[in-house]
């Protein structure tokens, strides 16, 4: 499941593909048929991502908005490039390189006004140098929502996902559902630079690797991690209890995240 890192890293990998090039779009599946009509034959000016979400600018008015959701890629290659297969939302295609879009939560064509509707909407970027990471802490230490609820809310906080949430926490040693208002400020500050440091690191690895000096891992998404899905705490030894916040499955070693009094409610 893709979290913020992998389309921070798309991002990287498509500029030199797409960007300054005249790109033809289609929609192979037809589902975007409208839209890739609309863009086809333009310059690709630039490829951004903000959070989850990816936006690619052309000549004139009109940027492509793709969301991967749960279930979407990406797929690149060089030309020449093999036929589409599966459901292919969209296929930009340049002189040198094909993207194809493929199963994907959103894909569509915002104008301006829709493109400044959305970015408003995502929270700071913890991936972005230009986010206003005062804005986000400010926005978890004003809440008393829990913080494995605020983490995830990508108008908060732009990028971190199921993994990312549960492995911040446990190393910070901050339970899931303790309340944004009982962390201190260095607490704050900690779980936003460690969460800088962390995607980054798997904007650079292509994989989620949340363990220090591990290297990723040999199954399908190749992520190594300290408590996400495990049985045992690596610190303590202790049992990883699996709890469910906001409808997703989380984990904490209430050993060394201790449980904050009085407050149950998680989801
Ligand atoms: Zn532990």
Redo the contacts with the bound molecule.
Sequence with gaps: MPEGHTIHRAARDQRPMLVGRTIAVASPQGRFAAGAASLDGRVCTAIEAYGKHLLYDFEGEGSLHVHLGLFGSFRSTAQPAPAPRGAVRARLTSSTHVVDIVGPNRCEVLDPAGKAALLARIGPDVLRPDADRTRAMDRIRASRTAVGLLLMDQSVIAGIGNIYRTELLWRAGIHPSSPGTRLSPAQVEHLWSDACDLLARGVELGAIVTIDDATPGEGRYRERVNIFDQPA?P??T?RIRMLVIGGRKAYA?E??QKRPRRVTRTA
């Design positions: 705490c610190r303590c202790r070693c050993t060394c």
